[in-house]
Nanobody, 125 residues
Framework: EVKLVESGGGSVQAGGSLTLSCTAS????????MGWYRQTPENLCELVSR???????FNEDSVKGRFTISRDNAKSTVYLHMNNLKSEDAGLYYC???????????????????WGEGTLVTISS
């Protein structure tokens, strides 16, 4: 059974930084990448950032230059370093693993293979 466990969420002031972590256990497909989705007010999940097993990254336009995703394959862990946080970055962040990525999908639904439980990021002004 694959399990993704997130940590690192919390409350931070606008302009501040947070780092989210996600550690995977179990056997994930060899071609799977890992990444992060954020829940929208409409209760869908939007892709924020993802990384392939060989380190290629994708960042959604609104976070480019502020968020960096990285992974430690030996620890089966992916990190999302979030800098210069803005109010619109707040929300529930889900760690996801899969080989095919959707820009927007139902949170914890069947569109993506493996989901974590989520970690909450709140931003105060």
């Amino acid at each position: 059974e694959v399990k993704l466990v997130e940590s690192g969420g919390g409350s931070v002031q606008a302009g501040g930084s947070l780092t989210l972590s996600c550690t995977a256990s179990g056997t994930i497909d060899d071609d799977s990448g890992m990444g992060w989705y954020r829940q929208t007010p409409e209760n869908l999940c939007e892709l924020v950032s993802r990384i392939t097993k060989d380190g290629r990254t994708f960042n959604e336009d609104s976070v480019k230059g502020r968020f960096t995703i990285s992974r430690d394959n030996a620890k089966s862990t992916v990190y999302l370093h979030m800098n210069n946080l803005k109010s619109e970055d707040a929300g529930l962040y889900y760690c996801v693993a899969d080989s095919v990525w959707l820009g927007r999908t139902e949170c914890r639904g069947g569109g993506m293979k493996y989901w974590g439980e989520g970690t909450l990021v709140t931003i105060s002004s």
